[in-house]
């Protein structure tokens, strides 16, 4: 371990780097939990993205920090982590998500700040850098949460329709105004149980790195709070593009479709967090629009826009692991 407070204003650079990634995270990610309240009109944009905010930091009081264990340690070998790793993960995941935020593509932040992390640490180590068990639950979790989610939604849909099939349009409204109100705030919780720990993995690694946890590896509170802070306050800062994409380019949503995305989406997603599995939350809620929709009828989905986020999903790991293998190599130049 390098001794204490040699590189400490390096580190404290790459923490604050990573606390941007959080926001960045937040504000790119902010459509994955309120595109269904903000396109049903349920809450204006800066209700939503208020309400938003507050359940990402509630999430701190309910979850447990197992996805934030995962991705410091179970990606890469936290033993072979620098900060020149850190400094080309984040550098790629940010690179990326500027990109597809600024396109109004809504590709993954986690699997960015992963491919990332892979790209840099394989820079640094080779093939032996990586912990196979921990990046393939994370690669098949790409595969499978929005294809769960498309299906817990889809089966939500008729659950409830054969449920409300006898109450008049009117009441059923108003019940799935309440109820989408409801698997809104469960979902930006799930959000922030899931997103925030990403980073959190990211600084516990690198603080373990050079030494200044004790030689132990776990979690610090203060970076925890610093990553649901940063996390939040990007939230509030919207997304307005991947929120369109996201809230009605893919299908036109109803209250009954809303609850049913939000509530298929926050299952996978509390169920991923106490695995300790860091999915993504963008996979997830697009997969369940597109159940909801389908399940209406299938030309319901705009297949084309559903296709493009698709496509952007596959190229995400390997576009960020590019970037992040170069920025790597270009700090250890400096």
Known sequence: MQHLGIALPLIIALVVMAFAFDFLNGLHDAANSIATVVSTRLLTPVQAVLFAAVFNFAAYFLFGLKVAETVGKGIINKDVVTPAVVFGALVGAMTWNVITWWRGIP???????????????????GPSAIVWGGLTSTTVAIVLSPMIGLAVSMLLMLVTSWLFVRATARTAEGMFKRLHLVSAAAYSLGHGANDAQKTMGIITVLLYSQGYLGGSFHVPTWVVLG????????????????????????TRLTHHQGFCASAGGSIMLFAASSLGIPVSTTHTITGCIVGVGAARRTSAVRWSVAQRVAVAWVV??????????LFYEIARVF
């Not at 990553?227 to 593009?241: F, P, V």
């Not at 995400?316 to 293998?325: F, L, R």
């Open 107 to 125: 590709s993954s932040s986690s699997h960015a700040l992963v491919g990332g992390l892979l790209g840099a640490g394989m820079m640094h180590a």
């Open 227 to 250: 990553c649901y802070t940063a996390i939040g306050l990007g939230t509030l800062s919207g997304g307005w593009k991947i929120i369109e994409t996201m809230g009605s380019r893919i």
């Open 316 to 325: 995400t790991i390997p576009a960020s692991a590019a970037v992040g293998a």
